[in-house]
């Protein structure tokens, strides 16, 4: 039995993350700010200084700020956009870490939805304990 307040979901999420990959994608730091809620909410994982909760778009925003600044990240590809009736993913690959200290990570972003904008996100890496290490304790 389908879901009606799904219909049309998957196809609105994926615009979305498309646009927002596109704009990631191209560095554009004012498509990408567009794109986020302003009951945003943003749940990062791990022990250390940007762990936990950052409700609202603009400290989302300035951890994401933090989280570059403290890392040295560099988007070097999207691997995947996928997008369901409620949510959708990106499967991004960074550089994080400066010269010869530089890594290669996988993380997975999971996304909700609302009135066409980014409004929630779950960010999973794919090694923690280098993320806590690069970012540093809480």
Known sequence: MSDPAAAGGEDK???????YAAAWK????AAIAALYHDD????YGGANALSGVHAGKMAALTVLADFSRRTGRRLLDIVDVMAGPRRGAIVARERL?????AVEVERLLVYTI???LLRECWV???DQALIDRLIGPA
């Open 13 to 19: 999420v994926r615009r979305v993350l498309d646009a």
């Open 26 to 29: 191209s560095g554009d730091l």
């Open 124 to 126: 999973y890496d794919a």
């Open 40 to 43: 945003f909410t943003l749940h």
């Open 97 to 101: 870490g400066q010269d010869d200290a």
């Open 114 to 116: 609302a009135d066409g």
